[in-house]
């Protein structure tokens, strides 16, 4: 809420932000003095392609996809699974944090963006990780439980 009683949101929120911090100011700061510089060259490429695409809102953040990066290096992550892809952003963080045999079972009913950021994970050496599979998550784990199933 602004002082004039207007109902002003956040930059940070217009953007799709979801973070607790309700400090424009000190978020920019925290992207700007340490997010930013540890993001690896390949994320910082598929974020600035994410973000001419008019459904970017949707995207991971630059301080999330680091935190789920260490996540998954902390609990030595080998198989995951990516449910809503998007451009990638998060599965990039993903496939970066697993091991050279990591696999990401990656589902999402849209594969043209997906597209948008292969060349990206293509050229940042991840992409064998990667399993891409089209359509509705749900019925397509359904189906794999039903053929591992005896
Ligand atoms: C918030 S975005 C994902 C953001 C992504 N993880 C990233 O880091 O940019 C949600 C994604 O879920 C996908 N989606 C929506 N419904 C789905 C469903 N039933 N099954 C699989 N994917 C779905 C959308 O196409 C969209 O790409």
């Known amino acids: 809420m602004a002082a004039t009683g207007e109902t002003q949101p956040a930059k940070h929120q217009e953007v799709g932000h979801k973070s607790l911090l ?9 992207l700007e003095t340490s997010v930013y510089p540890r993001e690896p060259q390949p994320m910082k490429e598929l974020r600035e392609v994410t973000a ?13 996809g680091q935190f789920l990066n ?5 609990i030595n992550a080998k198989n995951t699974m990516e449910i809503g892809v998007y451009t990638g952003y998060s599965l990039l963080s993903t496939a970066l944090a697993l091991p050279d045999d990591g696999k990401i079972l990656a589902l999402d009913i ?14 940042a050496g991840v992409a064998h990780k990667i399993d891409f599979r089209e359509g509705p998550a749900l019925p397509l784990l359904d189906q794999m439980v039903d053929d591992v199933s005896p």
């Open 22 to 30: 309700q400090s424009d100011a000190l978020y920019q700061y925290i």
């Open 52 to 64: 001419k695409h008019p459904w970017n809102l949707m995207t991971t953040s630059a301080d999330e």
């Open 70 to 74: 260490l996540l998954l290096k902390l």
């Open 110 to 123: 849209n594969r043209e963006n997906y597209e948008i950021g292969l060349p990206i994970i293509e050229k």
